[in-house]
């Protein structure tokens, strides 16, 4: 890009060619177009694009939860900007676009659940329930459950950051608006209660869990 402290073009602006002449801060300035290739992109670049594409599809309706349940992991980094790095490598060795098999929401060490169940209850919402503790990780009844819903085909989410305590058993969600054919998938996560703030801490919240399709 070329700057002038005088407009040699008397006040031209717009396209000559391969050059484009515009202003910026007052002053003339001329760039060139970007150059155009006929090369076809390669197929890992493609399974890379693929990829990226179909993590961003799922995080980016999730940023509040993603925000809470990747804040431990997240060293000199934005939690979403984990959360993205962490789900394209899992995406790529699993082979597999079903979100049950490499999605994570939530990265921590603390204990998750056994027993998860899903099942719709009247009202438009989701309800639920789970069992006992994942054995030899941290845990406490006043657990915090979060608990997230996502309509896997338009990217429409519902969440709850505070939906119940690990000793109530269960929780309900709204569902999200879907369409005929549209699958909702559920995730939950555990986040340890009045966890100290400013120090990270992976104990302090669980991997995220997918709970069931609907």
């Known amino acids: 890009m070329a700057k002038s402290k005088k407009d040699p073009l008397g006040g031209f602006r717009g396209r000559i060619g391969n050059l484009v002449v515009y202003e910026m801060y007052g002053k003339p300035c001329v760039r060139s177009m970007p150059a155009k290739t006929s090369k076809k992109a390669s197929e890992k670049l493609k399974k890379e694009q693929e990829g990226f594409a179909t993590v961003m599809h799922y995080l980016t309706p999730a940023t509040k939860f993603i925000q809470m349940g990747f804040a431990e992991a997240a060293e000199n980094t934005a939690p979403f900007h984990m ?3 962490w789900n394209i490598n899992n995406y790529r060795k699993s082979q597999t676009k079903d979100p049950s098999e490499w999605l994570q929401y939530s990265l921590g060490e603390r204990a998750g659940s056994q027993g998860m169940q899903l099942k ?3 009202g438009q919402l989701l309800e639920v ?3 006992q503790p994942e054995e030899g990780k ?3 009844e006043n657990d915090i459950l979060m608990l997230l819903a996502i309509n896997s085909k338009s990217k429409t989410a519902s969440y709850r950051l505070h939906a119940a305590y690990r000793k109530d058993g269960q929780a309900v969600i709204e569902l999200p608006e879907r369409r005929s054919g549209e699958a909702v998938e559920v995730f939950v996560a ?4 009045g966890a100290e703030q400013g120090k990270k801490d992976l104990k302090n919240v669980s991997n995220s869990q997918w709970v069931g399709r609907v």
């Open 129 to 131: 329930s789970w069992g």
């Open 120 to 122: 719709e209850v009247p």
């Open 190 to 193: 555990f986040r340890k209660l």
């Open 83 to 85: 959360a993205k790095s």
């Open 138 to 140: 941290p845990c406490a």
